[in-house]
T-cell receptor, first 108, second 116 residues
Framework: GQSLEQPSEVTAVEGAIVQINCTYQTSGFYGLSWYQQHDGGAPTFLSYNALDGLEETGRFSSFLSRSDSYGYLLLQELQMKDSASYFCAASGNTPLVFGKGTRLSVIA | EAGVAQSPRYKIIEKRQSVAFWCNPISGHATLYWYQQILGQGPKLLIQFQNNGVVDDSQLPKDRFSAERLKGVDSTLKIQPAKLEDSAVYLC??????????????FGEGSRLTVL
């Protein structure tokens, strides 16, 4: 089967850095994606890692270690608008499988 | 470029009634997905279409759920009869190909179903 584990909730201060971890068990693993979803909104794509290492896109970075079946999303210079749910999702032999999500609360 | 369109946005029905949701993907996207998202959880795949063929429907409760994409463009998801546990947001997503090599799906705003 396929499963992904990520923390259910994270709270961080505006302007700080937060890391959201994700571990996965996926057959025929191809890559790890990250999505952001605001309450009542659609999930929106943030990043995708197919190779080991760090990918940077503005304030957001994503990391993958295939040998450890582990990845993380790093959010820098947190803003109030970053308060949302973040999902890791694994692509493999089956269509994209999502984790249960991490609810990030950014406080002043 | 227009995004993924879904309707209706909200639907309230009583258990044992039927409901249908419609999705129009981004123009040119060959792959279409229906996901179910229960409050507080991640999206769970129900069915994947490649053009008008089914790629994966292993998690679709076929005794009550059905989906079609007859002309390889828009799609309809039907639930009949609905149960209380079907209360969820039904998300439609599309991608240019299978989404495997990029991990990028484009989601619609979803159809929120409440079953009373």
């Amino acid at each position: 089967g396929q499963s992904l584990e990520q923390p259910s909730e994270v709270t961080a201060v505006e302007g700080a850095i937060v890391q959201i971890n994700c571990t996965y068990q996926t057959s025929g693993f191809y890559g790890l994606s990250w999505y952001q979803q605001h309450d009542g909104g659609a999930p929106t794509f943030l990043s995708y890692n197919a190779l080991d290492g760090l990918e940077e896109t503005g304030r957001f970075s994503s990391f993958l270690s295939r040998s450890d079946s582990y990845g993380y999303l790093l959010l820098q210079e947190l803003q109030m608008k970053d308060s949302a749910s973040y999902f890791c999702a694994a692509s493999g032999n089956t269509p994209l499988v999502f984790g249960k999500g991490t609810r990030l609360s950014v406080i002043a | 470029e227009a995004g993924v369109a879904q309707s209706p946005r909200y639907k309230i029905i009583e258990k044992r009634q039927s409901v249908a949701f419609w999705c129009n993907p981004i123009s040119g996207h060959a792959t279409l997905y229906w996901y179910q998202q229960i409050l507080g959880q991640g999206p769970k795949l129900l069915i994947q279409f490649q053009n008008n063929g089914v790629v994966d429907d292993s998690q679709l409760p076929k005794d009550r759920f059905s989906a079609e994409r007859l002309k390889g463009v828009d799609s309809t998801l039907k639930i009949q009869p609905a149960k209380l546990e079907d209360s969820a947001v039904y998300l439609c997503a599309s991608s240019l190909w299978s989404g495997v090599t990029t991990g990028e799906l484009f989601f619609g705003e979803g159809s929120r179903l409440t079953v009373l």
